[in-house]
């Protein structure tokens, strides 16, 4: 499979909504490049799927505006030829079949039946493809969204949530697929409100809190935002306590010992030997992408 | 426009709910035709000063498929709005057709074969049961009779408009559990109860003739209810029925579209 046109730009430029005096999203600007896959992150409630919503035309921003190459999604000509989008693993008839709800939608983005067939063996369904999705399970959902996403072979992929309810196995099939498409050229923007689950997966990241942009870049930048820490326990206390305030290295406690932050452990060995303290442990701890994933969408709370 | 059909033509024919209700509406009709029917002929002589004879009474009992019929199709119709809804499959019908009007539209012209389908289906199944019971009377079924024949004719066209009409309604109404409420206690009880108390003082019984189930009695040009009031005469005449139950199928989609499908989706 290759896209069957050039790849679209996704761009968010102002965007705002506001439900009576809430503001779900606030002022938000990003953009998502293709050939590469762009993780939209942050917590719960954070605004996110509201923000998809309004790209793909569902939802109308009551700011700013959402553009696929150039145009609001609903007015191009067929939309999800050009952006595949899954929304809500839950958003299936549940009398009806798996293989009866790519049909459902096939005829709208130009997709024979005989693809529908291809793409419900290709996402793993096909064992299950004649029975009815009330009787699926949450990861044969997503399996199931994501086909319908792929109906029209679209250059653009945008998935809410697309971990949610997958086993491991599914979890790395995915990934390899969402990297087999950036690498094609393809656009591919995954939501996710725990950033380990993409980690592995993204070249770009969105993050936003409370409707607002708190960081957007590549994952490599986000990971220069992560500062090591360091845990030291020693008998003389106060002693190390005081090196730590003379260096004018920030220290807090944490158990029986120090954790002090910025400052790899080499420096601090050397400086409580130059001093004569006595250590018992000096333990380097990195900082997980996790922790600044935390801080960043903590922070303005 | 055309695939928009498609996908609503699929959209119905892939759950089986479709062919539930058709079963359903055709036991029903066959039963109460009979009943209706039975009755009319077994009546025993000189006491059917209320029962209609002859033709007029085929045509009350063929006409059925709209008096007491009309509620399935009503709630079929609805019913290809309301899941949407029910099941948010709506969002993915507008990913893929962000044009709200067509995919109305679409659900508007689908409903039209639909409901000829149901129409012909209860029609059959009342016909079948109670003409050869009517046929036990001398005076016999009538169903070559040009008025009783345009009875079964306009019955299956009602039924349709009715399935139009059922669409409108999902449009403004799209919470289906209180679609289908509102559609039983409106057909059973609300508009019954307001035909015969409107029927009954002169000042409002031109009124009660545009209700929409009476403008459908108008339509086929029989009316059960009508009868039992006392006089079939307050009804529309056939073109003026038309254009009124046209008149409720236009300005429920209309509305529907200008609210339900104005607002955010999710």
């Known amino acids: 499979m290759g896209p069957t046109r050039d790849a679209p730009v996704l761009a968010v430029e102002g965007l705002g909504k506001s439900f009576g005096s809430v503001r779900a999203v606030d002022d938000l600007t990003f953009s998502v490049r293709p050939g590469a896959v762009t993780g939209f992150l942050g917590p719960n409630g954070a605004g996110k799927t509201t923000t998809l919503r309004m790209l793909l035309g569902l939802t109308r921003p009551t700011a700013g505006r959402a553009l696929v190459d150039g145009l ?14 899954a929304l809500e693993a839950s958003s299936f008839h549940p009398g009806r079949t798996g293989l009866g709800h790519l049909e459902v939608f096939a005829a709208q983005v130009g997709a024979s039946n ?27 959902r997503q399996r ?61 990241v969105v993050i936003i809190a409370h409707g607002r942009l708190v960081h957007a870049s590549s994952l490599a930048d986000l990971g220069a935002l992560a500062t090591p820490e360091t ?18 290295w920030s220290r807090r406690a944490d158990g029986a010992g120090l954790v002090v932050a910025g400052v790899p452990a080499a420096e601090i060995g050397a400086a409580a030997y130059a001093a004569g303290i006595e250590l018992h442990q000096l333990v380097s701890r990195g900082v997980g992408l996790e922790d600044v994933f935390l801080r960043l969408t903590g922070g303005v709370r | 426009m055309r ?17 539930v209700l058709l079963i359903a509406l055709a036991a029903y009709l066959a039963f109460v035709g009979g009943v209706l029917a039975f009755s009319i002929v ?21 006409g059925l498929v709209n008096a007491i019929g009309y509620v399935f199709p009503l709630v079929i119709g609805s019913l290809m709005i309301t899941t949407e809804f029910r099941y948010q499959t709506i969002t993915q019908s507008l990913l893929v057709e962000p044009r709200r009007t067509v995919l109305l539209a679409g659900k508007l012209v689908v409903a039209i074969p639909l409901g000829l389908v149901y129409g012909l289906a209860g029609m059959a199944a009342l016909v079948a049961v109670s003409a ?76 009660a003739r545009f209700l929409p189930g009476a403008a459908a009695d108008g339509l086929i040009g029989a009316s059960l209810i009508g009868e039992m009031g006392g006089g079939s005469g307050d009804l529309l005449p056939r073109w003026a029925a038309l254009l009124v139950l046209l008149g409720y199928a236009a300005v429920l989609a209309g509305v529907g579209r200008l609210t339900t499908l104005r607002r955010d989706i999710g």
């Open chain 1, 72 to 85: 609001p999604y609903a007015e191009h000509e067929r939309p999800a030829r050009v952006v595949g989008a």
């Open chain 1, 114 to 140: 005989r693809r529908c067939r291809e793409l419900i063996d290709f996402v793993g369904l096909g064992p299950a493809a004649e029975r009815r999705v009330g009787g699926y399970s949450m990861g044969m």
């Open chain 1, 144 to 204: 199931l969204g994501l086909a319908t996403a792929l109906l029209a072979d679209p250059p653009a992929v945008v998935l809410d949530e697309p971990a949610n309810g997958l086993d491991p196995e599914g979890i790395r099939w995915m990934r390899g697929l969402l990297r087999a498409f950036a690498a094609e050229g393809r656009t591919v923007l995954i939501s996710s409100h725990v950033l380990s689950e993409v980690q592995h997966t993204v070249d770009d």
């Open chain 1, 231 to 248: 845990y030291v326990e020693s008998p003389a206390a106060g002693a190390l306590a005081g090196l730590c305030d003379d260096r004018g």
């Open chain 2, 3 to 19: 695939a928009a059909l498609v996908a609503e033509y699929r959209k119905l024919v892939s759950t089986r709910l479709w062919w």
């Open chain 2, 42 to 62: 077994f009546a025993p002589d000189g006491q059917d000063t209320t029962m209609p004879g002859g033709a007029d009474a085929a045509a009350g009992v063929y």
């Open chain 2, 132 to 207: 050869p019971l009517l046929a036990l009377k001398g005076d016999g079924a009538f169903v070559t009779d040009p008025d009783v024949l345009a009875v079964i004719l306009l019955g299956v066209v009602v039924t349709a408009l009715w399935t139009v009409i059922g669409v409108g309604f999902g449009a403004v109404l799209p919470n289906q559990v209180a679609a289908v409420v509102v559609l039983l206690a409106f057909t059973q009880f609300v508009e019954p109860i307001a035909r015969l108390a409107l029927g009954a003082f002169d000042a409002t019984s031109s009124v």
